[in-house]
């Protein structure tokens, strides 16, 4: 993750994370076989971190909602070049099917997470992109969308869609 965060997933090289890792290229060259093994598993250890996040959300609606609202937007607050390694993994899968299965998953977790709220698939599809959207722009806009702009954004969207179209405050 340091490589990409630095240089962007293109620098990815066993040669270069074995540099990063202070170690011979060997050793990275005998748990990865490829360069692809190394960024599933970079994306797995991602994916594993933001779904543990939401799976530890508050069981009160509105409070795991606010969770995930921060999650989203606070993610970029610790490490902007992290966050944006981060977006830049999910990204590549569009050219790198080893990669698309945790993608998958982290799609899953989200709509695991939206089916309390939207009973529906299609409903929730919706809600998930605009999740993803605000993802993209937390890495790329300055300032960032706050938690609390998208957690209002997200309420929104959901209530709209259980046709309860009002203003939260």
């Known amino acids: 993750m340091a490589v990409i965060a630095r240089e962007g997933v ?37 994916n594993d971190a933001y779904v543990t996040v939401v799976e530890a959300l508050p069981s009160d609606p509105d409070e795991a909602l606010r969770g995930f609202a921060a999650l989203i937007a606070e993610g970029t607050g610790h490490d902007r070049a992290h966050a944006l390694a981060e977006m830049e993994l ?43 959207g605000f993802f993209l722009r937390c890495c790329v806009l300055e300032p960032p969308p706050s938690a609390d702009e998208v957690y209002r954004t997200l309420s929104r969207l959901i209530d709209r869609e259980r046709g309860l179209d009002h203003e939260r405050p």
């Open 90 to 132: 999910f990204l590549i899968a569009a050219r790198r099917p080893s990669l698309r299965a945790q993608i998958v998953r982290w799609n899953d977790a989200v709509d695991a997470f939206l089916a309390p709220y939207l009973p529906t698939p299609d409903s929730r599809a919706g809600v998930a992109a605009a999740c993803d």
């Open 10 to 46: 293109a620098a990815v090289s066993q040669r270069r994370v074995a540099a990063e890792a202070g170690v011979p290229p060997s050793t990275v060259t005998y748990y990865y076989a490829t360069v692809d093994d190394l960024l599933v598993d970079a994306l797995t250890r991602v």
